[in-house]
């Protein structure tokens, strides 16, 4: 490193920080910092102590500085400055304000490291800072109190902050994919944490429901948190009613499973939304009445995997009916292990009735460990029960197990959009893009931003909490496009779904995701990262504030030096790393 005085004219000349390297064999330069601020008395003891040499009595290079404080700072820097790339800022608010960079900062820190608001609040103080991003944001006073109230500011935002994620990503005739998912509740004080059905495995904990709105690529815009019991098809109108009248979409396509989009929904909530379709699939017991009434036969698929077929308690809509051979071989291998399974526990209930020492008696009793059992390995339907006050017994249904055998691997997806506007292949690969929204569901819940366990009593600060969680992810969507191609993620999508045999088999990698995962490396020759592990690496590029032993030399903060894999990622970012901050 060196100081530079850089000719301006007629205005003063720069004195600039600067640093030399070596790329492709030539020698460049870098600005490092400007120092035209500084009195030139520490300007020219700082250039001959970079110089190895020291105004005044002589001393060894390595004393004559010290670091301070080291901050892990890249990982910061590289969110906060895509965060700021995407504008996210200005649509919180687009007036800065204190209270816009808390939210700003608790966005951030959901991707660098979720934990609890108070947490939060002390890796952003200046005694417990755990990065760069309480000075990046000047936050270093803040307390959790303060982060509470930016919530409390946040959540009356939401609606315009969600109009304009859908003027940005939603598009008229285009797709809005919409699923539900819980998460478990820890406390007993909140009106929205209900008892309903958990799909974490903890039942025994009151639950919150929310709703996701992405657009067909997965890409999140808007969010709904509803008490835990709420049933799923029962989030449905409030929906539709926010693509038309929050939205002001008259012609879109609604994307939602079998559970969510049914029947009476239909009836009751879409077939007065006018100018929005939806796509949605059968349950079961629709696709076994269709094979009963003779619409549904192996034969259909001699020929191709998909098929349209049509059946009067199914008016004005089109049915495509699918086959997918891998996905019959999957649940023919399963179903006998899952039978066995739930008979060996059903044997153990029917010999605990009949032991000599304290046996199991009573319906009720006999019953709710029967009913453990089924619930556990979701069989129910294969099996019927006899249960008295001093007697179990249990048998297979072999009839509705052959039934259901014979439609293995067959799924039937139901629509009310034209052939016009989709063709049949179109229509299974808008169903099949409900993935986008899993995945979604899978990084907010488990793997990046750990949305569970909730612990705010406040109906208003569990929304505030989920609606942070989903502009996290928002950044992380974005990001994630950006640096494919240095994670495991899938970079060449197009060419992977060229190579898909056809839209009714699994999806497959394209060739570039294939040897990323072969061979760990990128073309570039960089290590391949997921995304945790691309931040962490960027988390070693820190921020150092040096403190000369000069005192005449004042304070100055200096980062490490990015490596290749670093800077490539800030490349791909868009974000320049002197002025990430």
Known sequence: MYVATVPNRKSPPAILLRESYRENGKVKSRTLANLSHLPPQQIQALSSALAGKLAGPTAPLPDSFLIARSLPHGHAAAVLGFLRHLQLDSILDPAPSRQRDLVVAMIVARLLDPASKLATARGLQAETLN???GDLLDLDTADENELYQAMDWLLPRQSSIEQELAKRQLTGGGLVLYDLTSTYFEGRHCP????????????????????????????????????????????VGAQIEKLRLRFHL??????????????????????????????????ANQIQKLAKDGQLQMSLFDQSGLVEIAHPDFPGERLVACFNPLLAEERSRKRPDLLAATEKQLAKIAAATQRARRPLRGKHNIGVRAGKIL????????????IEDDRFHYERKAANIEREQSLDGIYVIRTSVSKEALSSEQVVASYKSLSGVERAFRSLKTVDLHVRPIHHRLADRVRAHILLCLLAYYVEWHMRQRLAPLLFDDDDKPQAQAARASVVSPATRSQSARNKARTKRTPDGFKVHSFQTLLADLATLAKNTIQPTDKAVATFAMLTRPTPLQQRAFDLLGVALKTAY
């Not at 909530?269 to 379709?277: K, R, T, Y």
């Open 192 to 235: 929205l944490a209900k008892l309903g059905h958990s799909r974490d495995d903890k039942s025994g904990k009151p639950q919150i429901v929310f709703g996701l709105l992405t657009n067909s690529q997965g890409c999140p815009v808007a969010v709904e948190v509803f008490a835990g019991n709420t049933a799923d098809p029962k989030t």
């Open 375 to 386: 619930n556990r390995y979701k069989m129910g339907k294969h099996f019927l029960l006899k």
């Open 250 to 283: 008259q012609d879109v396509v609604l994307v939602g499973d079998r559970g969510m989009i049914t029947s009476a929904r239909i009836r009751e909530d879409l077939a007065a939304a006018h100018g929005i379709q939806w796509i949605s699939a059968l349950r």
């Open 131 to 133: 990065s760069s991003l």
